[in-house]
């Protein structure tokens, strides 16, 4: 089972920014947060990773709790093509298991 | 990113058939590729890991003698779907994974394959 919550569904404004929050409450120390989303018909992204830090690259932010049981993926400027599924994974090693996810729909 | 191709990204068999289908590594070698399966509304369901040079491992309820894994190179894996049925009528998605920063991994998924089985 996932070890991660996510709500099943968002809706965004384009241009605006999108949070999306997951909850990891059994987070053990070793254990990374993971981003991933899937378009349509597509295999999944990868988006960002993190320990405990934030962490930012040109796709994404990834804002981290202090005690790492909750984490939020920030798209900065929403657009159309962020419309997808997005997975959250907390997990140590390689072996990923993915939940329902959150269908974030981005709107005109 | 790193880059993985799956081929074909589509096929339809009549049942009783056998399909492969093969993954490739393009711009990185991956000692780990992973197997997942995706059937329509649903999330993706790991199958098996693929370890180059030995055994797969399947994971639990996944035929290993139905879906035949190999991992001849650090850039190619092979699905083999034996004796399709309409049943293994789905998406199948690969990943190839790479060490990241500390004891973080990175997994770089394939576009998928789409089986149709008749």
């Known amino acids: 089972d996932a070890k991660t919550t996510q709500p099943p569904s968002m809706d965004c404004a384009e241009g605006r920014a999108a949070n999306l929050p997951c909850n990891h409450s059994?987070?053990?120390?070793?254990?990374?947060v993971y981003w991933y989303r899937q378009i349509h018909s597509q295999g999944p992204q990868y988006i960002i990773h993190g320990l405990k830090n934030n962490e930012t690259n040109e796709m994404a932010s990834l804002i981290i709790t202090e005690d790492r049981k909750s984490s939020t993926l920030i798209l900065p400027h929403a657009t159309l093509r962020d419309t997808a599924v997005y997975y959250c994974i907390v997990t140590y090693g390689q072996n990923f298991v993915f939940g329902p996810g959150t269908r974030l729909s981005v709107l005109p | 990113g790193a880059v993985v191709s799956q081929h074909p990204s589509r096929v339809i068999c009549k049942s009783g058939t056998s399909v492969k289908i093969e993954c490739r590594s393009l711009d990185f070698q991956a000692t780990t590729m992973f197997w997942y399966r995706q059937f329509p509304k649903q999330s993706l369901m790991l199958m098996a890991t693929s370890n180059e040079g030995s055994k797969a491992t399947y994971e639990q309820g996944v035929e290993k003698d139905k879906f035949l894994i190999n991992h001849a190179s650090l850039t190619l894996s092979t699905l083999t779907v034996t004796s399709a049925h309409p049943e293994d009528s789905s998406f199948y998605i690969c990943?190839?994974?790479?060490?990241?920063?500390?004891?973080?991994?990175?997994?770089?998924f394939g576009p998928g394959t789409r089986l149709t089985v008749t």
């Open positions: 059994t987070i053990s120390g070793n254990e990374y």
């Open positions: 990943s190839a994974s790479r060490s990241g920063q500390g004891n973080s991994y990175e997994q770089y």
